[in-house]
């Protein structure tokens, strides 16, 4: 348990031997205290670092569902990368990651792995991480897996600043992965590599550190900026310096005169990412394995947030106490926290110590000029004021900066006897209910009509679990809050049970007079296409399909017979009567048979399944026939009994029944006479008005299968 909370053996083995009075009543000497820790380590560690890691994850996983990790290997599935957030860190992005201090630090693990840590600020202008992760290095591809999964964990929602050191792998993979976001150089960065590289000068002259502030932080306006510049490197004969030409063409990343208009918290520098580093060495140590680490930073987070949880309770419970109870900074103590209030405070007091004139007033709109105490540059504000808004802005635009007035709005305001600070600049982030309320997923795609229905599917479940995220964490504080968000979400899984349900019924319902629609149209579609010849004879007098190239057959001297050929020949051979005979022989004749090709069901398939309109024709007229109509007989067959079929007369040559089917010599039992033979077939032995002659040869017509199919 001591070594758990970073307490060393020796100070803890001290500690017993007091509460236990001395030496002689401990028990045990501090060979047995290191032995009992390194057998505890084996068996923590028994599954190695790799096991060790994973494990730790799940256990996160488990306390925690909403806690976010991943991790990347290598082509030999060896971890490279890891990164981890858990449910407080993706609430707190949600609140405060509009600004976002990245940096790395080394020898704080025995691997010596580079740890990253993706740090902001709170209302109370306190550092809070989102985010960290154990890199395998620094380079391009490794920075670019990174801040995808940081994406990815904070719900697709992307920082509006970053600030960073001046490294090319880092600023590289922010160019490619967040380019919509505005990357600034840490100023204290460019300072340290300036006394490195003009070591020089700045030892020779004493004006120069001066002048190099003043590029940097004084200017409102871009042309003052380059002359000034200019000036610097001509005063100082720097005119050839490669280091400050290379610094010159990135000036956009760190000069404040490009930067002014973009919120940065009031950062200009990763001095946050450097406290927390500074911090997490009293935590961690580079002795620490990666189970070890993972522990300890887990106490850095605790006590983070048990900090945090003070400076809340502060804040919900009192109000600084004013020196002067003027009542524009009596409305700023209730509504800014602490912290963001002796921000204001600092501002209201310096507006006193300025001068102002008038440049321009015309209507309701006031032009002014506002210089502060000691200094050469002046700024410009500008005022709209009406009885329903007040509209305000300044040349420094410390508002856009920090999200703060500044002093020479201040001063303007206590010129025109405004006593409260307009609800368009108070900036939630620094007031007491900062927290309060949910924010968002990225949700920037317009047209979400032309996406797959499964990206819109992830992109609805996205957004969803950040919003959950936030409201769980929320309520998981107290009791009450407890159980009002659950049975206000059992409520809510019986209302979304019941839409989807109703919804289901709807879409079948629409989905099926649509399926009817096209099945209407479908079957119109193919009686048209069949009664516009959409089938032709050949050379051959052979029905083929239109646009097809028919494949020419071999005739062999045999053809195949087919099952019912074969028990028709031992039928008629077995009775040898002369109809038999004569049938046989006329069947057998190959002339008759090369002249007039029957049009048999396999052929009649091969037809259909060339095009797929007569094939969905075929299938909607089935499951529209009822069981009688498809069993007994198929349509367009007259029906000589429950066994044999007659096919339709278009069928038949003009001069013989096709081979397989009865001879048309009787009509069945009861049918009327009238009518037989159909049309354009001869008569071979139709009997008179007495009873009809039954060959029992004669009935080799289709023999019906179990399944009422020919």
Not at 308 to 336: G, M, Q, W
Not at 342 to 367: L, Q
Request: hydrophobic residues 30%; proline residues 5%.
């Amino acid at each position: 348990m001591a070594s758990e909370v970073g307490i060393p053996p020796k100070a803890s083995h001290d500690l017993m031997m007091r509460q236990a009075g001395g030496r002689e009543n401990l028990g045990f000497i501090p060979e047995d205290y290191k032995n009992y820790l390194r057998s505890k380590r084996t068996r923590n560690m028994r599954v190695g670092d790799t096991g060790g890691v994973l494990e730790y994850l799940q256990k996160m996983q488990c306390d925690d569902p909403n806690f976010f990790n991943a991790i990347q290997v290598d082509e030999d599935d060896l971890i490279t990368n890891i990164f981890w957030s858990d449910a407080k860190m993706r609430a707190d992005y949600g609140n405060f990651g509009d600004v976002v201090c990245f940096d790395t630090t080394y020898r704080k693990n025995n691997e010596g792995r580079p740890i990253a840590l993706f740090v902001g600020v709170n209302h109370h202008k306190q550092s809070i991480i989102f985010g960290a992760a154990l890199l395998y290095d620094e380079t391009t591809l490794s920075f670019e897996w990174l801040f995808d999964t940081f994406t990815k964990a904070m719900f697709e929602k992307k920082p509006t600043t970053i600030l960073t050191d001046q490294d090319a792998a880092m600023t590289k993979a922010l160019a490619s992965r967040w380019p919509e976001t505005h990357h600034r150089l840490c100023i204290w960065h460019i300072y340290q590599n300036a006394a490195i590289h003009l070591s020089g000068v700045f030892s020779q002259f004493k004006e120069f550190a001066k002048d190099f502030a003043s590029c940097i932080y004084d200017f409102d306006e871009e042309e003052d900026f380059l002359s000034t510049w200019n000036l610097m490197l001509t005063k100082y004969a720097l005119e050839d310096n490669d280091w400050l030409r290379r610094l010159f063409s990135i000036k956009e990343k760190w000069a404040l005169v490009y930067g002014r208009q973009i919120f940065c918290a009031d950062m200009t520098t990763t001095q946050r990412s450097e406290s927390m580093n500074s911090i997490l060495k009293r935590y961690v140590t580079y002795q620490h394995k990666f189970l070890e680490f993972f522990n300890h930073f887990e106490r850095l987070l605790q006590d983070r947030r048990y900090e945090e949880l003070k400076a809340d309770f502060r804040s919900n419970s009192s109000v600084p106490c004013l020196l002067y109870p003027v009542e524009i900074l009596k409305h700023a103590s209730y509504t800014y926290t602490p912290e963001a209030f002796k921000c204001f405070e600092k501002e209201w007091y310096k507006s006193h110590d300025s001068i102002v004139e008038i440049c321009e007033i015309v209507g309701s709109h006031a032009t002014y000029k506002v210089t502060s105490h000691k200094k050469k540059h002046h700024h410009i504000v500008t005022l709209y004021s009406s009885s329903e808004k007040i509209q305000c802005s300044c040349s420094c635009r410390k508002y856009e900066f920090a999200g703060i007035l500044c002093s020479h709005i201040l001063r303007i305001f206590s010129m025109k006897n405004i006593m409260k600070i307009p609800n368009e600049y108070i900036l939630k982030r620094w007031t007491r209910n900062a927290k309060g309320g949910y924010f968002e997923g990225n949700d920037t795609i317009v047209n979400k009509d032309s996406l797959d229905p499964k990206i819109l599917h992830n992109m609805r479940y996205r957004d969803l679990c950040g919003l959950s995220v936030q409201l769980v964490t929320k309520a998981a504080e107290r009791d009450d809050t407890h159980m009002v968000v659950k049975n206000v979400m059992l409520s809510l899984c019986k209302m979304v049970d019941e839409k989807l349900q109703v919804n289901e019924s709807i879409v079948h319902q629409s989905n099926l007079s649509q399926e009817a629609s096209q099945l209407v149209q479908s079957l119109d579609d193919t009686t048209r296409n069949l009664n516009e010849t959409d089938y032709q004879i050949d050379e051959e007098n052979n029905l083929t399909v239109k646009g097809i190239k028919p494949k020419k057959k071999i005739v062999s001297g045999k053809r195949l017979k087919r099952g019912i050929e074969q028990i028709s020949r031992k039928k008629k051979g077995a009775s040898k009567t002369n109809q038999t005979s004569t049938i046989v022989q006329g069947i057998e004749d190959p002339n008759i048979e090369d002249q007039f090709p029957p049009l048999l069901p396999t052929q009649l398939s091969q037809v259909t399944s060339s095009t797929s309109k007569f094939q969905t024709a075929i299938s909607a007229l089935d499951n529209r026939l009822n069981e009688e109509q498809r069993r007994y007989p198929p349509t367009g067959y007259h029906s000589l009994d429950t066994t044999c079929w007659i096919p339709p007369a278009r069928f038949f040559p003009p001069g013989h029944p096709p081979f397989g089917y009865p001879p048309i010599g009787y009509p069945p039992s009861g049918y009327p006479l009238a009518g037989y033979p159909p049309s354009g077939y001869p008569l071979f032995e139709y009997p008179g008005t007495s009873a009809p002659h039954h060959d029992t040869g004669g009935h080799h017509g289709h023999q019906k299968e179990k399944h009422g199919t020919s």
